[in-house]
Nanobody
Framework: VQLQASGGGLVQPGGSLRLSCAAS????????MGWYRQAPGKQRELVAT???????NYADSVKGRFTISRDNAKNTVNLQMNSLKPEDTAVYYC?????????????????WGQGTQVTVSS
């Protein structure tokens, strides 16, 4: 199983970016998916999560600015980030809690993507 994230980059304050993450491999079911971020010198923190049914949860710092979505048919999760601030600068990681395997017993665990850099600066 692999999670491949894309879409990071450099943007000015007030700008927008869209992150995408695709899960691939012998996936039977994906439960929650989410985005986390880690700024230099800080611990990794939750940004947003979304369940298979579409229920979402956001960090207070991004509510009203970021929107998480997913496409269950394509095993993808996206993060639309608007009104970006310098404090949003970080490496963003996608995460998926999923069940995988080609035969019984199947494995349920969380996987991480490789991280994509988001820099908000003028």
């Amino acid at each position: 199983v692999q999670l491949q994230a894309s879409g990071g980059g450099l943007v000015q304050p007030g700008g927008s970016l869209r992150l995408s993450c695709a899960a691939s491999g012998s996936i039977l079911r994906i439960n929650a998916m989410g985005w986390y971020r880690q700024a230099p010198g800080k611990q990794r923190e939750l940004v947003a999560t979304i369940t298979s049914g579409g229920s979402t949860n956001y960090a207070d710092s991004v509510k009203g600015r970021f929107t998480i979505s997913r496409d269950n048919a394509k095993n993808t999760v996206n993060l639309q980030m608007n009104s970006l601030k310098p404090e949003d600068t970080a490496v963003y990681y996608c995460n998926a809690d999923l069940v995988s395997g080609t035969s019984y017993p199947y494995i349920q665990r969380a996987y991480w993507g490789q991280g994509t850099q988001v820099t908000v600066s003028s």
